[in-house]
């Protein structure tokens, strides 16, 4: 099976579902991953950009990722591109990986650009009922990122509620952790979320949710049987 995350900037794919990749590409699934920003001018403990490249590649190695596929929209500022911008650019990494299921940020979630890439990926995601000859899409799922999809304020969206849990085991948590520790600057100590601590901490307790040992929890929102 082909699947695609699709994020706004590098480090989001590890934390919504970096246990999971590491799974699926360990059983021989294709695992692809979409950055929309390679971008980190708004990061407060910024690397230089080649640090970032390193640091990604360094990370998605470790998880077992086929592609990466880098966008160079702007950080934080996705609300200033156009939305068919951002969709095209979806599409055609949909496209060239062939994915049958695609992950995405929950639309929710605090920060803007991770808004506007969910917004983008639902809409990408129909492109094989405008275009017979694509992959047809299985299933669309959001993730949740620790530090930002728990800060939906807005209640005027619904939020943030699992309904589909993937187990991981002791191993892909670790391997998590692993890959996220390449990203300069973006684990924190505890009780941060992105913390080694809290991020095993969730998966226990997404586990605990479906009699599983360790999981990462997801929103599927679209299912065409198989
Ligand atoms: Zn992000």
């Known amino acids: ?29 294709s695992v692809s991953v979409c950055i929309l920003s390679g971008e980190v001018k708004a990061r407060d403990r910024r690397p230089e950009t080649n640090e970032l490249h390193e640091d990604l590649n360094d990370s998605l190695n470790i998880l077992g990722v086929a592609q990466i596929i880098k ?16 969709v095209q650019f979806i599409e055609k ?61 807005n209640k005027a969206i619904n939020s943030f509620n699992p309904n589909t849990f993937i187990e991981v085991g002791r191993k892909a948590v670790d391997k998590k952790i692993e890959a996220l520790a390449q990203y300069r600057g973006v684990m924190r100590d505890y009780p941060h979320p992105r913390s080694g601590e809290a991020l095993r901490g969730l998966a226990a307790y997404r586990g605990g949710q479906a009699g599983m040992v360790y999981a990462e929890a997801f929103e599927s929102v679209f299912r065409r049987g198989f």
């Open 1 to 29: 099976m082909n699947y695609l995350l699709v994020v706004a900037h590098p480090d989001d794919e590890v934390l919504g579902a970096g246990a999971t990749m590491y799974k699926l590409a360990g059983e021989g699934n």
């Open 71 to 86: 966008g160079n929209f702007p950080n934080i500022e996705f609300n200033t591109v156009p939305h068919l911008k951002l």
């Open 93 to 153: 990494a949909i496209e060239d990986t062939n994915s049958e299921v695609i992950f995405t940020h929950h639309p929710a979630d605090l920060n803007n650009d991770h808004l506007h890439t969910s917004l983008a990926c639902q809409a990408a995601a129909r492109l094989f009922q405008r275009r017979p000859e694509t992959t047809p899409l299985k299933e669309l799922l959001f993730m949740e990122i620790p530090s930002a999809t728990e800060w939906s304020l």
